[in-house]
């Protein structure tokens, strides 16, 4: 099926077209928003979600962009969307019930195996995903779509709506934090 023909179907609300449009992005999806929640439940929903709104609003896609650079756009929105709302939450009291002692995360990075990380251990892959989530948010979705999605800086840049040139500053940038973040770690 062409990018075509699946827009259209999906506009006319065929169920076989949707069951493409899933089985084709499922996992770019969940690997992108796992990339950027951290969390393979929360990562689940946004994809959920996605492909609601990918559903609900393909009437409004104009072309103007691949269609997989609108649903990664949709699915770092989404993801956003359900940190900042996490980050709300601890605001007002509720960090109590998600951090232990000494401030360590109650709930751990689960066993997972995603395709855009080569390592030959589980905790060299938790503890990359730990100090990945501690960068600034645009390069977190830099890094995580260029290293992790292996998209091309041209195609973060038109995920992130930004000129190549932002994206390749913000993984130099991205790069020499988590050198920072991982050395800090080994003290």
């Not at 506009?11 to 076989?16: N, Q, S, T, Y």
């Not at 449009?21 to 950027?36: E, P, S």
Request: proline share 2%.
């Amino acid at each position: 099926m062409t990018e075509f023909e699946l827009i259209e179907g999906l506009r006319k609300g065929d169920e076989a077209a949707f069951r493409y449009l899933v089985d084709t992005y499922q996992d770019r999806v969940y690997n992108t928003a796992m990339g950027i929640v951290q969390s393979a439940e929360d990562a689940e929903d946004v994809a959920q979600e996605v492909f609601i709104q990918v559903f609900r609003s393909i009437g409004a896609f104009k072309a103007e962009s691949k269609l997989s650079t609108w649903i990664y756009r949709i699915t770092t929105t989404r993801s956003l969307d359900l940190l900042r709302s996490r980050k709300s939450k601890k605001r007002f009291g509720f960090i109590q019930r998600l951090m232990g002692e000494n401030n360590e995360p109650v709930q751990e990075i689960p066993d997972f195996n995603h395709p855009g990380i080569q390592l030959d251990r589980k905790e060299n892959a938790t503890r990359l995903f730990k100090v990945i989530g501690k960068l600034p948010e645009n390069q977190k979705i830099a890094f995580t779509l260029h290293k992790l999605e292996d998209l091309s800086y041209q195609e973060v840049s038109d995920v992130m709506g930004t000129t190549v040139a932002a994206v390749e500053s913000l993984m130099h940038r991205a790069k020499q934090n988590l050198r920072k973040l991982l050395e800090n770690e080994n003290d």
